[in-house]
């Protein structure tokens, strides 16, 4: 059994590790994930854009390499001018160009013609009553143009017109083949069309552009713009609120493919570095993160605040015998009381300050909240002594720390042990900050008030009780239940303090098994022998003591004052003030 358990915890450890290594792996020599993604979706959007444009571009083009015109004027080449042929085919000229869209603004036509194949003769006559004549030829470099359209009868000189009133760039000058006539159109409202295409589609290619370049950049601002953002806003979260954040969930690792992502590793560490800086520094040494955070220089010994808290003391009962017996097995020993104790008071909203060994300081502190809000069983001093009890009730109850209890070394050593931790509770004010010098720091409180909840830890072994707390908390309690198990137990003055208290413990029901008839009862008729004592009339008080005897034999703090009034003679003495000086610490 025993090695199948050890073979457990090999794998286990092996699947943690290998686990780990994911995230580590990509700091060992490789190329960083974060560029190596950017690279390819900006390599396929690269390619993808360019063939968008190779197939698209060719699209938008205007090819204007028009024949029309040219070869219409064939038609002429073979009628004489003004024969009926020829009047018919320039009707038909006529008609094609207004089919087509064109604008013609000049037509002229030399005299002569031809007779397929072009035979070129030196004379070409024709007779007006014969229209239907053959032609002979063309003479090319005698004959000049002869102006059809517009009508020789209007007076106009088509040609010059045209080239007074358009651009060169707006003209379409057009020769036939065979040189016989020729022809000036508009393409003005061509031009105009094209350049409106042209911007259409120019329009188009920046769209294309732009969309090209947003998604391009939508890459690069995910995986790069974006964390660094979170990045950047995520210190300042820590330096506002690092206690809050350091309650963060920690964010995947890995990106959408299952690779680690550097800049989510980096958003991991953030939030890890500010919940190592609460479990090393605790609740007062979140302020000098905060603090450093925020400005520009690295300042750990930040000023001191004034702070009025309930300051808790616990102590492990018999800790030296039981690391003794325990050796190497005393830090998991320990541990798992800490984290038991610590626990119970973050549950509570109290902060864990200082382990020391086998004791803790461990703080609540008042807020504004608790001067606003008067709901009973919610003041700072009620969380305090509820997360005690608590405690007590767990440590009492832990089946894991009763097997630590009856290891066979602590048995042998102290028969019937029984693990047992003592309190103390105390309610003052305190200077919270750090404590050191710029090598090292342990934020922490300075204040006889947080001595005093020491103080009375320790005086737990005096009185024989789990739980000790003072006035000053049992005036803040508001929770009437927490009120009513409070008995007054003395009145003392500790050393380092000559203002006396009235000391009070906490009957938890779990620890009454020997107390004969009812506990309010009793607590009147013990507080009531507090009193005299403290008036000084011992005689009544000591009646009234050892009735309180007969009914719960094992209260230890009975045989306390008892013993301090015998030690009198059980007589007041005559510098008697009303209460007595404890003098172990």
Not at 201 to 210: E, G, K, Q, Y
Not at 330 to 350: C, P, Q, R, S, T
Request: glycine share 6%; with cysteine; proline share 4%.
């Amino acid at each position: 059994m025993q090695l199948f358990r050890h073979g457990y915890k090999i794998r286990e450890a092996q699947t943690n590790k290998a686990a780990e290594s994911d995230t580590e792996h990509h700091y060992k020599g490789k190329p960083s994930q974060v560029w190596t993604r950017l690279s390819e979706l900006t390599s396929q959007k690269l390619v993808l854009g360019m063939l968008v444009l190779v197939i698209l571009i060719p699209n938008l083009r205007i090819y204007a390499n028009d024949y029309g015109p040219v070869s219409s004027l064939s038609m002429l080449d073979h009628s004489p001018l003004y024969s009926s042929h020829f009047n018919d085919s320039l009707e038909s000229l006529y008609e094609f160009y207004t089919n087509h869209g064109y604008k013609l603004l000049y037509l002229g036509v030399k005299d002569g013609c031809f007779s397929p194949p072009y035979i070129s003769c030196d004379e070409c006559t024709s007779s007006s009553q014969n229209s239907s004549m053959i032609c002979s030829g063309l003479d090319p470099g005698v004959a000049t143009f002869q102006q059809v359209y517009p009508l020789p009868s209007t007076g106009l000189d088509g040609k010059k017109q045209a080239e007074a009133k358009y651009r060169p760039s707006e003209l379409l000058i057009a020769t036939s083949d065979s040189g016989r006539s020729e022809a000036f159109f508009s393409i003005r409202q061509n031009i105009t069309r094209g350049i409106q295409y042209d911007t259409g589609a120019t329009v188009i290619i920046l769209l294309i552009l732009s969309a090209w370049s947003f998604f391009l950049s939508w890459d690069s601002n995910k995986l790069l713009i974006q964390p660094i953002e979170g990045m950047v806003r995520f210190v300042k979260e820590l330096a506002e609120d690092p206690v809050s954040f350091a309650g963060k969930i920690l964010p995947p690792t890995k990106g959408e493919e299952g690779k680690v992502m550097e800049t989510r590793v980096v958003e991991a560490a953030l939030i890890k570095i500010a919940r190592l800086t609460k479990v090393a520094l605790g609740d007062a040494g979140m302020d000098i993160l905060s603090v450093n955070l925020k400005g520009t220089a690295f300042n750990p010994m930040i000023p001191g605040k004034k702070i009025r808290a309930c300051f808790g003391f616990c102590d492990i009962r018999n800790f030296t015998d039981a690391t003794e017996c325990l050796q190497e097995d005393v830090m998991v020993f320990v541990n798992k009381i800490a984290d038991l104790v610590h626990n119970k008071v973050v549950i509570y909203h109290g902060y864990p300050n200082k382990n020391i060994g086998d004791a803790f300081l461990l703080v609540w502190k008042k807020t504004i909240s608790d001067a606003a809000n008067k709901k009973r069983g919610s003041s700072f001093a009620d969380r305090a002594l509820r997360s005690f009890l608590d405690i007590i009730y767990s440590v009492e109850t832990s089946q894991t720390l009763q097997a630590y209890a009856m290891h066979p070394a602590i048995q042998r050593r102290m028969p019937g042990y029984k693990i047992r931790l003592g309190f103390g509770l105390h309610v003052g004010w305190a200077i919270e900050g750090a404590i050191g010098s710029s090598h090292k720091v342990d934020p922490s409180y300075l204040s006889p008030h947080v001595n005093m909840a020491s103080r009375l830890e320790a005086a737990t072994k005096q009185y024989g009780v789990v739980l000790l707390l003072s006035e000053t908390v049992v005036s803040n309690l508001t929770k009437s239940s927490l009120q009513d198990n409070c008995r007054r137990l003395d009145r003392i003055t500790v050393k380092g303090s000559m203002e006396p208290m009235i000391l009070y413990t906490y009957d938890m029901p779990m620890f009454q098994k020997d107390l004969v008839g009812n506990y309010s009862e009793y607590k009147r008729t013990f507080e009531a022998a507090v009193d005299d004592y403290i008036d000084g009339k011992w005689h009544e008080a000591l009646d009234k003591l050892h009735w309180c005897q007969h009914l719960w034999p094992t209260d230890k703090p009975i045989e306390v004052l008892i013993t301090f009034m015998a030690s009198h003679k059980n007589m007041v003495p005559e510098t008697w003030k009303g209460y007595r000086e404890l003098t172990e610490k």
